[in-house]
């Protein structure tokens, strides 16, 4: 009469085991294990977050309302951390079925939120377990993990902490190839994630740029001169938004006193995408309207005098109904009408 009795079901200590059991045999390669013998270790793992997601929500840790959580819900997540099962399923994750990492997603979400009182032990131990988040980083490689990863890193800037931990990582300059690549959806995923982590969170984003200024910009030029047009208009307006940003006025200076900078600037204004001039006419009114300019920068602005003044009196006169734009222009024609000869650089 076994039929009137439903099989126990796995509590957290048990799940969490036998998932790492299931990936272990997972991650085997070479005659050591079969395919059909991989491909149930997966279904298992399958199953196993499915259940972990279900304890989760039942237990009321996917809420808003803090201290609802069960006893379960706290065994499990004691156990995901102490068993590091995190990094374990996220750096496995193009290797799962694709609701399987979905639900790993949703599980890393909810973990997230979860509060005990006023602590949140989910970010305490991601600020000290940084290789998760290089993990989810990294994750941009594989166009199986990436929208998942990406969603995740959003969920971590949620939280200044993880913002600054995420910066300090060698792992956050891998953004400048994973905006670059060939799968559109990855690669407008990557640049979300990259905006995110530079403007989110004021402070933790000024100091990354401050003190990782040369290293930064060398790549982010590359980005500007992209031959993607998506890539070169998208990093023209985070610029301008980096640039314009009043904490990050040490940034702003700096980028403005180099002339190769305004080349660069002058000749996205010259662009054929009208687009991509609009971005670069917002960078390029900082470098005019700076009253300490270096010779560098002067001496291009005036030697390029009259051909300026005649390329911003006609500059999309379409745009003019634009009080603001309007003024602007006018305001960089006689700024630019005003020049005298740089002085001579000592």
């Not at 006419?281 to 470098?287: Q, V």
């Not at 005019?288 to 390029?304: C, D, Q, R, S």
């Not at 006609?314 to 602007?328: G, L």
Request: proline fraction near 3%; hydrophobic fraction near 40%; glycine fraction near 4%.
């Amino acid at each position: 009469m076994n039929f009137f009795f439903k099989p126990k079901q796995k509590g957290p200590v048990e799940l969490v085991k036998a998932t790492h059991e299931a990936m272990a045999r997972v991650e085997m390669n070479g005659s050591g294990i079969g395919d059909q013998q991989r491909t149930k270790a997966n279904d298992e793992i399958s199953r196993n977050v499915a259940s972990m997601l279900q304890i989760l929500r039942e237990g009321g840790a996917d809420k808003k309302v803090p201290d609802t959580t069960s006893e379960q819900v706290a065994q499990l997540a004691q156990e995901i951390y102490t068993t590091e099962l995190l990094p374990l399923l996220i750096g496995n994750l193009s290797r799962l079925e694709f609701e399987t990492r979905k639900e790993v997603s949703i599980i890393f979400g909810i973990l997230l939120r979860r509060k005990i009182g006023v602590r949140e032990p989910t970010i305490d131990y991601l600020v000290s377990r940084k290789n998760v988040l290089a993990s989810l980083v990294c994750g941009y490689a594989s166009a199986d993990a990436a929208i998942f990863c990406g969603n995740m890193l959003r969920e971590c800037f949620k939280h200044e902490a993880l913002v600054k931990a995420t910066l300090g990582l060698p792992e956050f300059f891998n953004f400048f190839g994973y905006v670059e690549g060939d799968n559109f959806d990855v690669t407008s995923d990557a640049f979300t994630s990259f905006r995110e982590a530079l403007t989110k969170f004021k402070d933790p984003a000024v100091a990354f740029l401050k003190d990782n200024y040369d290293a930064f910009f060398a790549k982010y030029s590359e980005l500007l001169q992209s031959n993607n047009y998506v890539v070169r208009r998208q990093s023209l307006k985070l610029l301008g938004e980096i640039l314009l940003e009043r904490k990050n006025f040490h940034v702003m200076t700096s980028y403005i006193r180099q002339s190769d900078n305004l080349m660069m600037t002058m000749n996205a204004l010259n662009d054929k995408s009208k687009s991509i001039q609009y971005e670069a006419f917002h960078i390029f009114k900082i470098f005019v309207a700076n009253p300490e300019k270096t010779f560098g920068v002067h001496n291009i602005l005036y030697k390029n005098k009259d051909r300026l003044v005649k390329f911003l009196t006609d500059f999309q006169n379409d745009k003019n109904s634009d009080e603001q734009f309007r003024d602007e222009k006018v305001f960089l024609v006689r700024e630019i009408k005003r020049l005298l000869p740089p002085p001579p650089e000592h």
